[in-house]
C-alpha cells in the first residue's frame, strides 16, 4: 500500500440520531456542537520495517456533517398562578420559549384556552377581547420584542402565524405573552391556557422522536444536512393558570315593570316605568366607598320617593339613609362593603 496516495472519502452520518437511539443519552448531556459542523477525523500508522522506519501512512478521512436537532422547550413563567378579578380584562399570563436544539429554528405558536377535560371547579379563560375579538387559537399572543420585563402594550409585537413566526437561534430564548380575559366566575376558580410551540422545519411537526429529516437542516454552508426530531411531534407545550382570588364586580340593571295610563304594560307616554338594578360582589375583598348612580333620560320624569335598597323604602333628600334623589340623578352611596354581597335597587319613572 502506497504511503504516498491519500485518499479522502466525505459522507454525512447521522451522529446525533446514533447518539439518542442507540445509547438513550439525553441531548441536554451532549456537547452542543452547532449543527452542519463537519468533523474530520484521520488515523495515521508509524511502523518499521527491519529496523528501519517507515514514512507514516495515513488512513482515508473520516468526515462527519453533524445533523441538526430539533428540541423546542416551553416553560410557565407566571408561577404559582396570576391572580386575576372577577371580572377583569388584559390579564398577562408569560411563556418562556428556548431552543434546545444546536441550530437555528423556527416556531409556530398556538394556544388553547380550559384544555379538555376541564377539571371540576375551573373556568376557561378568553382571549383578550381588546386583542383577539375572534378568540381564536394563536391570537392575543405577544413575542417580547424591546427587551423590557412584563408585557408592553404598543411595544411588544403581537404574533401573526405565517408572518412574524420566532425564529431563535440554537441555545437562546424568547418570552411570549398571551393575554386573556376572565368572566364571572366564582372565588378560587382556576383558568388554564395551555400554549404549544411546534417546529417549522418541512416534516419536523408531527413526527416521532428520532425521525430523520433529510436535507432539511442547519448546515453552515457545508451541504445537504439533516434534522433529527428529539421532542414527540416536534413540539414543546406547557400551561400556565390564572385564579379568580381577586373581588369581582356585576351589575346588572333592568325594567322591572310597566303601569300605562290605561291599565296596561304598554310603553307609552305616561306609562311609569319601575327599574331594577342588581349589584353582585363575589371574590373575596372589600370595594371601598361603594356609589350607584343612574341619571335620569330627558324624556323621562323620577317619580318623588320612589327610591328602595334591599326592599327597604329610601328618601330623596340627603339625609341618614343612603339614597338621594339630586341633579336629576339617582344615587345610592354603599359605603364599603365585603364580598360576597348583592344588593338591590329601584326607582320609578315616568315616560314624558
Given amino acids: 500500500m502506497s504511503n504516498t496516495k491519500r485518499k479522502f472519502?466525505?459522507?454525512?452520518?447521522?451522529?446525533?440520531?446514533?447518539?439518542?437511539?442507540?445509547?438513550?443519552?439525553?441531548?441536554?448531556?451532549?456537547?452542543?456542537?452547532?449543527?452542519?459542523t463537519l468533523i474530520t477525523n484521520t488515523a495515521i500508522v508509524n511502523y518499521a520495517i527491519g529496523g528501519t522506519p517507515q514514512s507514516p501512512m495515513s488512513s482515508l478521512a473520516a468526515v462527519v456533517l453533524v445533523d441538526e436537532i430539533i428540541q423546542p422547550v416551553l416553560t410557565c413563567q407566571s408561577l404559582?398562578?396570576?391572580?386575576?378579578?372577577?371580572?377583569?380584562?388584559?390579564?398577562?399570563?408569560?411563556?418562556?420559549?428556548?431552543?434546545?436544539?444546536n441550530g437555528s429554528e423556527s416556531f409556530s405558536i398556538a394556544r388553547s384556552n380550559g384544555p379538555l377535560p376541564l377539571?371540576?371547579?375551573?373556568?376557561?379563560?378568553?382571549?383578550?377581547?381588546?386583542?383577539?375579538p375572534l378568540n381564536t387559537p394563536t391570537g392575543a399572543i405577544f413575542l417580547e420584542t424591546n427587551n423590557v420585563a412584563g408585557f408592553q402594550p404598543g411595544a411588544d409585537l403581537a404574533y401573526v402565524p405565517g408572518m412574524n413566526d420566532p425564529v431563535i437561534a440554537a441555545g437562546?430564548?424568547?418570552?411570549?405573552?398571551?393575554?386573556?380575559?376572565?368572566?364571572?366566575?366564582?372565588?378560587?376558580?382556576?383558568g388554564d391556557v395551555l400554549l404549544i410551540v411546534t417546529s417549522r422545519t418541512t416534516g419536523a411537526a408531527g413526527a416521532a422522536v428520532a425521525t430523520r429529516l433529510l436535507g432539511v437542516g442547519d448546515n453552515l454552508g457545508n451541504g445537504a444536512g439533516n434534522a433529527i426530531v428529539v421532542t414527540p411531534r416536534a413540539e414543546a407545550a406547557a400551561t400556565c393558570s390564572y385564579v379568580a382570588t381577586g373581588l369581582g364586580f356585576v351589575m346588572n340593571k333592568s325594567v322591572l315593570s310597566v303601569a300605562d295610563p290605561l291599565g296596561g304594560a304598554l310603553l307609552m307616554p305616561g306609562a311609569v316605568m319601575t327599574y331594577q338594578i342588581t349589584v353582585n360582589l363575589n371574590g373575596v375583598g372589600i370595594a371601598s366607598?361603594?356609589?350607584?348612580?343612574?341619571?335620569?333620560?330627558?324624556?323621562l320624569t323620577y317619580v318623588p320617593g320612589s327610591i328602595s335598597v334591599g326592599g327597604a323604602a329610601m328618601t330623596d333628600a340627603i339625609d341618614a339613609d343612603v339614597a338621594q334623589f339630586a341633579t336629576n340623578t339617582v344615587s345610592v352611596s354603599l359605603g364599603n362593603v365585603a364580598a360576597p354581597a348583592s344588593v338591590v335597587i329601584t326607582f320609578r319613572a315616568t315616560i314624558n
Fill in 119 to 132: 377539571p371540576a371547579g375551573n373556568y376557561t379563560p378568553i382571549n383578550s377581547v381588546a386583542y383577539d
Fill in 80 to 101: 404559582p398562578s396570576v391572580a386575576v378579578n372577577s371580572p377583569s380584562i388584559n390579564d398577562v399570563l408569560t411563556f418562556l420559549l428556548s431552543n434546545g436544539g
Fill in 9 to 36: 472519502s466525505y459522507f454525512s452520518y447521522a451522529l446525533c440520531a446514533w447518539l439518542f437511539s442507540c445509547f438513550a443519552i439525553p441531548v441536554s448531556a451532549l456537547a452542543a456542537t452547532p449543527a452542519g
Fill in 289 to 299: 366607598g361603594l356609589v350607584v348612580s343612574d341619571p335620569i333620560p330627558a324624556n
Fill in 172 to 190: 437562546k430564548g424568547l418570552v411570549v405573552y398571551v393575554l386573556s380575559d376572565t368572566s364571572n366566575v366564582p372565588a378560587n376558580a382556576q
